[in-house]
């Protein structure tokens, strides 16, 4: 600090906060007192949504990455996306990361694990590999598909296992 006891010191946005203190200011209890006994039932399905993608075969997705992104995929390219889902529905990480979050919540995880999966199968099959290497749309088509499958089957396994 200055000797000087005169000189004004300006205080901009450029001041972070260093110290915080916290004081107790009360102590005291809460009672929770029973009224009227309602019951609610948990929700089934609230919140999600249901496209029409979600309940289309492999097959007709691939006709529709045809037709949207001009590929020339055929049924034995559908072989490729079936290993992807079941090596991501296989995933123990990606199970519990499924039964623990929405899909919302569950698309944050999911994207780094089909990345791996997808490098693992890199040389399995160049030409799916390289269509969504460098088409964005492409590749977020098919992690949105892939996620909202695996997702669903992952929470079936959960919900078959009770």
């Known amino acids: 600090m200055p000797k000087d ?3 004004k010191y300006t205080l901009t946005d450029d001041i972070a906060l260093e110290y915080y203190r916290l004081q107790k200011i009360s102590e005291g209890s809460i009672k929770l007192e029973k009224q009227g006994g309602v019951e609610l039932s948990p929700p089934t399905e609230a919140g ?9 075969h492999l097959s007709e997705i691939i006709r ?9 995929f055929t049924e034995a390219d559908r072989l490729f996306f079936d290993q992807i889902e079941a ?19 569950f698309k944050f995880g999911f994207d780094e ?8 199968r890199m040389d399995q099959n160049r ?8 088409d964005e749309q492409f590749a977020e088509t098919i992690k949105n598909w892939l996620m909202k499958q695996v997702y669903k ?10």
């Open 48 to 56: 999600l949504s249901r496209d029409k993608e979600e309940k289309a």
């Open 153 to 162: 089957k992952l929470n079936e396994v959960q919900t078959s296992k009770k």
């Open 87 to 105: 090596e991501l529905v296989t995933d123990e990480k990606l199970s519990d990361k499924a039964k623990s979050n929405t899909i919302e919540n």
């Open 113 to 120: 694990v089909f990345e791996t999966k997808l490098i693992d």
């Open 5 to 7: 006891t005169n000189t």
């Open 64 to 72: 529709i990455l045809n037709d949207r992104f001009g590929t020339d």
């Open 127 to 134: 030409e799916i590999f390289a269509k969504i290497m460098d």
